[in-house]
């Protein structure tokens, strides 16, 4: 402080909330910690060091990690209320608890340099990291090629299925080069093996799998790429044992897009696929066009399979009217001749009984033929008609004698 008048020295009072406290060194080297709530006034020969600072409040999910300056040992206090340090308490740290996720798990080292798994499924899926140990931590290629320009810090590692976009050149055995962007789908499934056996799992799984994919198609030609370049890429990558043994697994593998990195070569190149693709779009419209025609076939035979079953139960239903119809006159005919040759005194002979039947089935005939507009022209014979006298008209004619 300023000297005062008269070569006083003023001193700094301080008014401390309750939440607040001040560290005191007297003139023999003592230190006292003074809490609040009150109002503090340093002796004359007494420094404040550090001036005034906060409590630290410890809840579910924040602790304090203090080192005792007398044995120097560390201290992880988990105790909920507001904590005041003792006068040779430093605080470290405020801790955060550390809270997972099922799919997730997570690595700290120890003092000796052992190394503990916690998984969001165990029982232990929320701790604090005690006193003396670290959390392990990778830097994991993010940049799409892979090249480690730029990192992400992971120290949570998360099981679940994920896609990674990966892009690289390769060149075809007729030199031409490729420019490949494809998507991995992959996933981790033993996180020891991959804290063990690699410090980056992304930048490894893709720089192993563009080894191969260039050995692959450095055998083939750019049309042999071409038709089936899923298949090539699939091939070269799935079911490779050096993902397992890092702890990762490689589930799928799709090309998402692909150029030639020289530009008149992209430019013959997307003629190529151009005609690719109309061919393929016309095999498509004429095996449509075919499906219909064949439809079209199809329909006609079922119309005539159809039409044949009905003309044959039209067919079916005549054969039956007529043996109804000839059974109905069967038994007017048998009526009729049992009628006139039966027993009685006014019966016929049969032969006469028939003769009579046909004359009168001709009266029928002759007589339905008068109901209607047609003519029929008939010769004397037809009607076994015969003349045997001539009269004239009229009531005064007289029979002729020669007649």
Known sequence: MP??????????????????????????????????????????????????????????????????????????????????????????????KIVLEEYQTVVYKDPTGRFHYVRGDSDMRDFFLPPFCELVTQEWSVDLRKEHAQVEAVWKFDRRP????????????????????????????????????????????????????????????????????????????????FYEERGVQLISVEVLKFNCASQATDSILQDIIKETADRLKKKERQRGENEVALSRLTGEIEEEKMKKDLIELKKSHLKTEARIEGEAEANKIMAYLERVTGKENHSIDPKEAVQLFIMLRKLDSVQALSHGQSQIYLTPNDVNLSIGQMFPCGPSAKPSLGA
């Open 162 to 241: 994920s896609y990674m976009n990966y892009e690289f050149n390769c060149r075809t055995v007729d030199n031409v080069e490729l420019c490949v962007d494809v998507s991995f789908f992959w996933a981790i499934i033993d996180v020891p093996l991959l804290i063990e056996k690699t410090a980056d799992g992304p930048g490894d799984t893709c720089t192993h799998a563009r080894s191969r994919i260039i050995q692959e198609v450095s055998r083939l030609k750019l049309l042999e790429f071409l038709e089936r370049f899923n298949e090539i890429i699939r091939g070269s990558c799935i079911g490779d044992s």
């Open 3 to 96: 000297p005062g008048p008269q070569g006083m020295h003023r001193t700094e009072a301080y008014n401390l909330a309750k939440n607040q406290y001040i560290r005191i060194k007297d003139q023999d080297g003592k230190i006292r910690i003074v809490r609040g709530e009150q109002r503090v006034v340093p002796e004359p020969l007494e420094v404040v060091i550090g001036g005034v600072q906060n409590a630290v409040n410890i809840d579910t999910h924040h602790a304090v990690l203090v080192r005792n300056e007398d044995d120097g040992t560390l201290v992880l206090l988990t105790e909920h209320g507001l904590f005041f340090p003792t006068a040779y308490q430093q605080i470290v740290k405020v801790e955060e």
